[in-house]
T-cell receptor, first 115, second 108 residues
């Protein structure tokens, strides 16, 4: 079965802390994505990656960075967490672009609270 | 990516068919029409996709207008487990850009 896993379901951090959210997929997918979801705003794309060591900004990259050192792992980093980054974070992956239709598979999400 | 318009919410009785509409008048010739849904406390999951022709799978059917400017997701017999937010997305393959979707409530 296809799987995208995220390191934590719930996380509580303090303002100013450096936060790492980890995502791992076991499907040998080329593409990986980070979204955040907030009430009334839907899912918004933060960053994505089409290959190892590659990254592209999404719609709301400010305050975030990412790392993709291995194909199966895509990390979202909050360099200095702020209260407005309290949100649900969702990771997704999909096959290589250009090879037919690419379904995006999502992880269960990490609910991050920054105090 | 083309913008989509969906009703904010819909309600259905259990075991009745549900038709979820989506307007996408600015769709381009190579854009797919994707439907995903998000059950409570879960990440979104794929439902169905299409390009020009109507599509059926085990979860749902997708009816695409001839001019491709609108589509309808059809759940043939709604169950309580189908209560979710349904997202219609029109784009090339990836990345998907989600709108606010339609919140479907199913009444027993």
């Amino acid at each position: 079965d296809v799987k995208v896993t995220q390191s934590s379901r719930y996380l509580v951090k303090r303002t100013g802390e450096k936060v790492f959210l980890e995502c791992v997929q076991d499907m040998d997918h080329e593409n990986m994505f980070w979204y955040r979801q907030d009430p009334g705003l839907g899912l918004r794309l933060i960053y994505f990656s089409y290959d190892v060591k590659m990254k592209e900004k999404g719609d709301i990259p400010e305050g975030y960075s990412v790392s993709r050192e291995k194909k199966e792992r895509f990390s979202l980093i909050l360099e200095s967490a702020s209260t407005n980054q309290t949100s649900m974070y969702l990771c997704a992956s999909s096959l290589e672009a250009g090879v037919g239709y690419n379904e995006q598979f999502f992880g269960p999400g990490t609910r991050l609270t920054v105090l | 990516d083309a913008k989509t318009t969906q009703p904010n919410s819909m309600e259905s009785n259990e075991e009745e068919p549900v038709h979820l509409p989506c307007n996408h008048s600015t769709i381009s010739g190579t854009d797919y029409i994707h439907w995903y849904r998000q059950l409570p406390s879960q990440g979104p999951e794929y439902v169905i996709h299409g390009l020009t022709s109507n599509v059926n799978n085990r979860m749902a059917s997708l009816a695409i207008a001839e001019d491709r400017k609108s589509s309808t997701l059809i759940l043939h017999r709604a169950t309580l487990r189908d209560a979710a937010v349904y997202y219609c997305i029109v784009s090339g393959n990836t990345p998907l850009v989600f709108g606010k979707g339609t919140r479907l409530s199913v009444i027993a």
